[in-house]
């Protein structure tokens, strides 16, 4: 083997590690802001519990 194709293979074999690392990035600032904005959502409340709820047959 000589060595331009052992750096070539080496080459790729970091640019796969840079795009994992970039991707492994970008969906943990995602998730964060996910996370971030559900936490930032006010407190929902159901529409029926705790009412009285009129039923005629």
Known sequence: MDISSIMASQLRSLQSTVQM???????????????????????ASHPFKGSAIDIKA
């Open 21 to 43: 690392t970039i991707m492994d990035k970008a969906m943990t600032s995602s998730a964060s802001a996910a996370i971030e904005m559900l936490q930032s959502l006010p407190e």
